[in-house]
């Protein structure tokens, strides 16, 4: 599994093995991804930090919404 992460070559998972109708564009929801957490999360890539969803018996519910590119340049006064 990659993505969009700190790094280009950075991975969560190698050899995973994924059900046969995920597609592009699928979310997958990944319990542990250590520094790419909320808790440590860097916006220096113009990554917005991660969204925080809370499952419980298959409901989920968004607790913080992903950091959109407008929230990250919301804060840019200019010259």
Request: hydrophobic fraction near 45%; glycine fraction near 10%.
């Amino acid at each position: 599994m990659v993505g969009r992460h700190c790094e280009a070559g950075d991975l969560l998972a190698a050899d995973a093995e994924l059900p046969a109708d995920i597609h592009p564009g699928d979310k997958l929801a990944v319990p542990v991804a250590g520094a790419y957490h909320l808790s440590i999360a860097s916006g220096y890539n113009l990554v917005g930090r991660p969204p925080v969803v809370a499952v419980r018996d298959g409901i989920a519910r968004l607790l913080v919404r992903r950091e959109s590119l407008d929230d990250i340049r919301s804060r840019d006064v200019g010259l």
